[in-house]
Every structure is written in C-alpha cells, then in structure tokens.
C-alpha cells in the first residue's frame, strides 16, 4: 500500500472518530438540554443547531451536512457513466475539507455548550 492510500485511510478514520465524538457532543447537549441544565435559546433556528447538527442514521451510513461532500454510491455511479477514479490527491483534499468541516461542527457545538452553561 503507497503513502497517498494510507494518508486516505488515516484520514477516514479520523473522520468516522470525529462523526462519533460530534454525535456523543450532541446527544450531551439534548441531554443537558432536556434535563433543564442548560437553557434553549428562543428561535427554531437555535433549536435546528442543537438538535439538527448530527442526524440520525443507519450504522455505516455517512450523515448528510453541508460541509461534507456525499459520493453517492460513487464507485458504481463513475462506472455506469464512464468517468475517470479520482486521483489519490483528490480523495485526500475531499477529506481534508471533510475534516476540516467536522472539527468546525465540533467547536462551534463546544461554544454553544458553553456559553448555555455559564448562563
């Protein structure tokens, strides 16, 4: 196995770890929310972030967001329509941007928590 392979599997385990760690994050919030330790700010906006930021899902199946990129059965659909595999540097900035994106989520769900908490 070449670098690029092991620099795409190091980054989708991080990336399964992260999708865990903002999922427990945000069940800790619901919790804290339902047990009336922390305060839902006023607004179905405020109350999508608390509640929407991690959807339910099936084990296996990636959650959708914004910020992260869905391929969709790619494998199958790039055969069915001819187009080229992505090159291993790809795979690794769609990755990286995937990583990125989760590591925003979880900060910006680290702040909200916090800043429930203190009041």
Not at 40 to 54: D, H, I, L, S
């Amino acid at each position: 196995m070449d670098l690029l392979h092991k620099q795409i599997l190091v980054l989708s385990n991080k990336i399964d770890a992260l999708y865990q760690i903002v999922e427990q994050l945000n069940q800790k919030v619901s919790q804290a929310l339902a047990e009336g330790r922390i305060k839902a700010a006023a607004g179905a906006a405020n109350e999508q972030v608390v509640r929407g930021t991690v959807p339910a899902r099936a084990p296996g199946v990636m959650p959708e967001h914004k910020d992260i990129l869905v391929d969709d059965d790619y494998s199958h659909s790039r055969y069915l329509s001819g187009d080229r595999p992505l090159s291993a540097e790809v795979q690794i900035q769609r990755l990286t941007a995937q990583l990125t994106a989760a590591y925003n989520q979880i900060a910006a769900l680290e702040e909200q928590l916090l800043s429930r908490h203190t009041h």
